[in-house]
Nanobody, 119 residues
Framework: QVQLVESGGGLVQSGGALRLSCIAS????????MAWYRQATGKQREFVAR???????SYDDSVRGRFTVSRDYARNTIYLQMNDLKPEDTAVYYC?????????????WGQGTQVTVSS
């Protein structure tokens, strides 16, 4: 059974930094894209950043220049370095992976980690 487990969330002051990690484990044959999403209270889940299978990355405009996404392919892990955090970055951050356990790809989500930025 595939699991995605996030870590690294917490409480930080405005302007501070946090680093999130997400490890995918289980009967994984191949991972295509890994990504971060976030959901603030009362809002829809939104895209933050992603890393493809060949290393290409993309970001939402709201985090570009402040957040850096990276991936350790050998460890099935994705990271999100978040700098210059703002109160509007407060949300539950979710890890997502598009991966295959055999012949087909499917979407998997982690349980989420809370990031709170105080002003």
């Amino acid at each position: 059974q595939v699991q995605l487990v996030e870590s690294g969330g917490g409480l930080v002051q405005s302007g501070g930094a946090l680093r999130l990690s997400c490890i995918a484990s289980g009967s994984i044959v191949r991972i295509n894209t890994m990504a971060w999403y976030r959901q603030a209270t009362g809002k829809q889940r939104e895209f933050v950043a992603r890393v493809g299978s060949s290393g290409g990355s993309s970001y939402d405009d709201s985090v570009r220049g402040r957040f850096t996404v990276s991936r350790d392919y050998a460890r099935n892990t994705i990271y999100l370095q978040m700098n210059d955090l703002k109160p509007e970055d407060t949300a539950v951050y979710y890890c997502h992976a598009d991966l295959s356990e055999g012949r087909h790809y499917a979407d998997y989500w982690g349980q989420g980690t809370q990031v709170t930025v105080s002003s």
